[in-house]
């Protein structure tokens, strides 16, 4: 969700803040991510004139839909099992 907010706002800190997380917390999470699967997920701008901001990689944009793909999956074999079980 918040690699899918960095791409809506273009900016970390207000992607951070439209999830009520604060900003370092949001740095923190991004950098655990991109240590664990080693791959860049923010290209960053610094301010200026212009002010700063982040997009997405084409690696963190492979990475949501792989996630997305993952938990659609998961939602279809829950939904199947409580059909099973519940017989819904």
Do not use: C, H, P
């Not at 949001?26 to 950098?31: D, T």
């Amino acid at each position: 969700m918040l690699l899918k907010k960095v791409e809506e706002l273009g900016s970390l800190r207000q992607a951070a803040l439209s999830m009520g997380m604060s900003y370092s917390k949001a740095w923190k999470v991004i950098k655990q991510i991109e240590a664990e699967l080693q791959i860049k997920l923010l290209e960053r701008t610094i301010g200026g004139k212009t002010g700063g901001g982040s997009t997405i990689t084409s690696e963190a944009k492979d990475f949501i839909q792989k996630y997305e793909a993952i938990m659609a999956s998961i939602d279809k074999k829950i939904n199947e099992e409580i059909k099973r079980y519940f017989m819904i």
